[in-house]
């Protein structure tokens, strides 16, 4: 069949070969226009069903079976063809003949296969009208329900056709849902009250109304304790047992049935109270790990932290490393020094921090099996067994209690924690690679190593002298004269150790330079991002801050700012930050959260660093009291933290302030177009009256040289010709000249841009005769 007439005759669900990514696939023709062909790709490509519109004389088209095999062809009739006997469908099956008449035996509730348009899928059939069933298609919603006549040959007998697969909407194919989402039970308190109101008199329905309406109030309430929202817990508490008298007295009038199921509210009392627990233990745990947070903050201004592996070996390669690097760091002489070793300290590879581990851990666990340990274990497998059989304890002490229970099965464990071989099973479990170590292996690494270790940990109370947190534990303080201390970080909320590694008290030098260097560059180039911190407000009770506008300068000139941010804070809709750059003086940006936070906030983010000369801070006309009358203005840097340019403080004037940055420096007058060329001008003109330099005393040598020629004196005598008697001569430097004198001729000055012929060499002898007859001029006997 030639290429121009194969086309032609294809109909719509015929198979071609269809050229895709440089490869020859099979796809099915499912539309037809004029000039093209819709093909649907048989097999999917990167998992998706992919169709396609080709024109019909494209090289990319050619019959079916010219570049693609039989096993690329589908295994399913194409669109529209009626299912025969023996046909093979997708995953191996083969579809059973079709039974006429099959829809005649069915009945409300049944399943079966359902062909739907051109795909056969699994139905149920759920009513009946005439000579027709109702049919729902499982995995599809009702609106896709239709009526299909009872000898209709599109019903077929379950899985006939479609072998037991999926032929729901393909979104749910993968979804694990549960049954009960798709027959959704309506289980709130008004549910129960129209089920147990039936046959109530008057009043005990109103009671219970009172009992249904403060169980949905409660149900709200344990929501917005879910959800983290403020809840008054003693009103609350107070509430609940004032709604559990009420369902007891409300109980005692009703029948057995109804009062029994009355008691379900009394559930959600018992379902509020075990979510206000759960929520105050993680509020606490919240609260822990926060003030954690804060205390290792600080502790970053005199230590260098090195993460160490959270694998349960951590007190042990964060005491072998500091051990490592510790007589090194004794000797540095200023923090350079101290970073470099820092950074070697971090590089440590995993396996080789796990070697660190393994050794300091083996030593360890071998002087444990000391008997001056010995009471110290067993008070320890005490607390364990004490602390498990409660619920509670770390993995670490129930792996002891587990291994214990395993040895000593119907023992009492208390007593046999006393016996060497439970002193072994503790030393055994602690040998074990990730198995967290106490206080007590410390204690004994400690004195194996003889090395004092410092723990950091919060506690109430922190231990803290002149500013500077000290050890909250000191472990082998007996040995602070033989090695220097391993200091070490503590996160309680994670049973974790890191290194600390103390800043030396000598800054690196060559940090200085590059600060320094860093600090004249932002003079000169300004800051990205601005912060003002707004602490105190004209009224001393205002709980918000108000603001005009906020207005930058640089070089006497207004900049545009960019929107600024209130991180924190919370402003009305018609009063947000964006007031303070919109030039209105009758909008005002407001932050009603000032007084909870104690401040407020505002960061401006400059697309590059800007130099901010002057800033203005304009009042809101109808709020004084909210007016900001201390602030700080930082500019925020990555590297070097905040830098403070500004502080006002105690301001009493109405309307705006302005204030100058001193930071920067000031700007340079730039002089008008007019200025700069007067001043041009002028400098012409002194440079033609201003005579050359050199020409005054060449004048003088070239008058005395004409006055010698002709054999007159300088010093008195006739005058010369030309000069009448009795007129003075007129002195120009050592020489006179005569008034009627000829001017000497003016000096040519150089042309810029072309260069001067120069003048012929004189010899040696002519510049010795000129050299004498200056030196006579210039010294006359």
């Given at each position: ?69 039989e ?48 795909k ?17 298609f ?53 549910q ?80 509020i ?18 003030k ?43 923090d ?10 971090r ?28 009471a ?59 198995v ?8 004994a690494?400690?004195?194996v ?33 033989d ?49 003002f ?9 205002t ?118 940055l001193?930071?920067?420096p ?10 700069v ?41 006739p ?6 008697a ?56």
């Amino acid at each position: 069949m030639s290429g121009e007439e194969w086309y032609k005759i294809t109909k719509q669900g015929d198979l071609i070969d269809v050229k895709r990514d440089s490869a020859w696939r099979v796809a099915k023709v499912v539309a037809i226009t004029e000039t093209q062909f819709r093909c649907e790709f048989v097999k999917q490509i990167n998992g998706r069903v992919t169709r396609e519109f080709i024109r019909k004389t494209s090289e990319r088209l050619s019959p079916l079976g010219t570049y693609t095999a039989e096993d690329d062809r589908p295994s399913a009739a194409p669109a529209g063809a009626a299912p025969v006997a023996g046909q093979v469908v997708a995953g191996n099956f083969q579809r059973a003949e079709l039974v006429e008449g099959f829809g005649m035996t069915l009945s409300v509730g049944d399943k079966c296969d359902c062909r739907d348009q051109n795909k056969w899928r699994t139905a149920q059939v759920i009513g009946r009208q005439g000579d027709s069933w109702r049919i729902h298609f499982e995995g599809w919603g009702s609106r896709w329900d239709e009526w299909v006549p009872e000898r209709s040959i599109k019903l077929q007998p379950l899985n006939s056709q479609t072998g037991g697969a999926f032929t729901g909407d393909p979104k749910m194919q993968h979804q694990d849902v549960p049954a009960q989402m798709f027959t959704p039970v309506d289980n709130t308190p008004k549910q129960w009250k129209r089920i147990m109101s039936h046959g109530l008199s008057d009043p005990q329905v109103k009671k219970m109304d009172t009992i249904f309406e403060m169980a949905c109030k409660f149900q709200d309430t344990q929501r917005q304790i879910v959800l983290g929202k403020a809840v008054d817990v003693e009103k609350l508490e107070g509430e609940l047992a004032e709604f559990k008298q009420k369902i007891q007295s409300t109980s005692e009038g009703l029948p057995r049935v109804q009062a029994g199921c009355l008691q379900i509210c009394s559930n959600i009392v018992s379902d509020i109270k075990s979510t206000l627990s759960e929520t105050k233990r993680q509020k606490r745990q919240q609260d822990l790990l926060s003030k954690e947070d804060e205390y290792f903050k600080r502790l970053h201004k005199d230590f260098y932290f090195v993460n160490i592996p959270s694998d349960g070996n951590c007190l042990f390669g964060a005491t072998g490393r500091g051990m490592k690097f510790g007589k090194i760091l004794s000797g540095c002489q200023h923090d350079g020094e101290v970073k470099a070793l820092v950074d070697q300290a971090r590089k440590v590879t995993v396996n080789e921090s796990s070697d660190i581990a393994t050794d300091f851990r083996l030593r360890a666990v071998m002087n444990l099996q000391e008997e001056k340990y010995t009471a110290r274990v067993v008070a320890e497998l005490k607390h364990a067994i004490e602390t498990a059989s409660g619920g509670g304890g770390n993995p670490t002490s129930k792996t002891i209690v587990a291994q214990l229970r395993a040895a000593f099965k119907d023992k009492d464990l208390m007593k046999a924690a006393e016996t060497k071989q439970a002193i072994g099973i503790y030393c055994q479990v602690m040998m074990s690679p990730r198995v967290f170590g106490t206080e007590l292996e410390a204690q004994a690494l400690s004195e194996v190593i003889k090395c004092p270790l410092h723990i950091y940990y919060r506690v109430t109370g922190d231990f803290e002298k002149e500013g500077k947190l000290e050890a909250t534990k000191i472990i082998g303080s007996e040995y602070e004269k033989d090695n220097p201390a391993v200091h070490l970080a503590f996160y309680m909320g994670k049973s974790h150790y890191d290194l600390l590694v103390q800043k030396h008290e000598k800054s690196d030098p060559e940090e200085i330079k590059r600060k320094e260097a860093r600090m004249l560059e932002r003079k000169e180039r300004g800051f990205s991002k601005y912060r003002f911190q707004f602490t105190k407000c004209r009224g001393a009770e205002t709980d918000r801050l108000s603001l005009n506008q906020v207005r930058f300068f640089s070089g006497g000139k207004w900049t545009p700012a960019p929107e600024p941010k209130n991180p924190g804070g919370h402003s009305p809709a018609n009063h947000t930050p964006f007031c303070l750059i919109d030039g209105d003086d009758n909008t005002k940006m407001m932050d009603m959260n000032f007084k909870k936070n104690g401040m407020t906030t505002l960061v401006y983010e400059f697309e590059k660093p800007t130099v901010i000369n002057d800033y203005e801070i304009v009042y809101a006309k109808d709020d004084s009291k909210s007016d900001p009358v201390s602030w700080i203005l930082y500019g925020d840097t990555n590297q070097d933290g905040p830098v403070k340019l500004s502080e006002r403080s105690k301001i009493d004037t109405d309307g705006s302030v302005r204030t100058t940055l001193e930071f920067f420096p000031p700007p340079k007058e730039e002089k008008s177009s007019v200025d700069v060329k007067q001043q041009a001008e002028s400098k012409n003109e002194a440079e033609k009256k201003e005579p050359v330099k050199g020409e005054e005393k060449k004048e003088e040598i070239s008058n005395t040289e004409v006055e010698k020629k002709n054999g007159m004196d300088i010093s008195s005598g006739p005058s010369p010709a030309g000069n009448p008697a009795g007129e003075p001569a007129v002195s120009v430097g050592d020489a006179a000249v005569s008034p009627a004198a000829p001017a000497a001729p003016a000096v040519q000055q150089p042309v810029p841009g072309v260069v001067e012929p120069s003048a012929p060499r004189e010899s040696d002898e002519t510049q010795d005769k000129r050299a004498t007859k200056e030196e006579d001029f210039e010294n006359p006997s």
